[in-house]
């Protein structure tokens, strides 16, 4: 559902995904067409959505899928059923060679999906969560460094990344520089000593100084922040859900990032470009 006067409705859902894939498909199914009634023709779930416990240990490598399987199934699904587009974190199998080195590491991938047309962008985490007394890396591999996916919806560009991507200013620029309007930010933000206050800062000032929307989607407490939020291209928490299983919506407008862009052209003002380490 669309409301034309007031733009494009995209929506943040925010949920506790445990190592019960049925009953986190069934989770995401119910928050879509709860944000879909609500006027939502996107919706971004939280990291790791296809499975997650506190710790990561060998049910990860046992419940990684490969893109096409149950989990990307079951999304194409709901998106056809509900006519929205879905954006969600999962635990990918990573497919080597016969004689590639032993890793037995997965991939902590996002997808998107859109009615009637399936998978239409993939993102695999190139930051993983090395920090705060985490270790993701032992049993995640990072991504590498390829052209930004994008997609299109209502007419709007959008792009992909995930959580501890948020402390890399870089990761989102090349986004935009791909064209995207809005980067999709599903997150699994380990609670502690300020860490919400990161939380916040961070992901507006992606938005701030990029002059778009982001959309990011975080798992409910206890173990996360919580906190999923929308927030403009002038840096507005436009909608926020808290520490509560539940989905928010904000429509969001081409006008209102051109109107931001200017007053603030900053991107087109800047003197610098990214480029790989």
């Known amino acids: ?48 959505s296809s499975h997650f416990t506190p710790q990561p240990d060998e049910g990860w490598l046992a419940a990684a899928e490969s893109l096409g399987g ?31 080195v032993d890793d037995r590491r997965v991939a902590n991938t996002v997808v998107a999906v859109a009615p009637g047309e399936g998978i239409v962008a993939t993102y695999r985490k190139l930051h993983l969560y090395d920090a705060f007394g985490q270790q993701e890396s032992a049993w995640v591999a990072p991504g590498a460094i390829e052209e930004p996916e994008t997609f299109e919806a209502g007419g709007i560009r959008f792009g992909l990344q995930t959580c501890y991507d948020a402390r890399f200013p870089e990761v ?19 609670r502690g000593p300020l860490k919400e206050s990161h939380w916040r800062v961070l992901t507006t000032a992606r938005a ?52 931001v862009r200017r007053v603030n052209p900053a991107l087109s003002l800047r003197r610098f470009t990214v480029t790989p380490r």
């Open 70 to 100: 149950a989990f990307t199934t079951h999304l194409a699904a709901v998106a056809d059923r509900l006519g929205v587009h879905l954006v969600a974190g999962m635990i990918e199998r990573l497919d080597r060679e016969a004689d590639a």
């Open 208 to 259: 701030l100084e990029n002059t778009i929307y982001v959309a990011a989607a975080d798992h409910a407490p206890p173990i996360s922040a919580g906190n999923s939020m929308i927030v403009d291209p002038m840096g507005v928490e436009l909608v926020t859900i808290g520490e509560t299983t539940d989905v928010a919506v904000a429509w969001i407008s081409k006008e209102r990032i051109d109107a």
């Open 1 to 48: 559902m669309q409301r034309e006067t007031e733009g494009f409705g995209i929506a943040v859902a925010q949920f506790v995904p445990n190592d019960d894939a049925a009953r986190n498909r069934a989770e995401i199914e119910r928050l879509a067409a709860l944000a879909v009634a609500r006027g939502a023709g996107l919706v971004v779930f939280p990291e790791y």
């Open 172 to 190: 989102t620029r090349r986004i935009v520089d791909a064209g995207a309007d809005v980067v999709c930010m599903p997150a699994e933000w380990v």
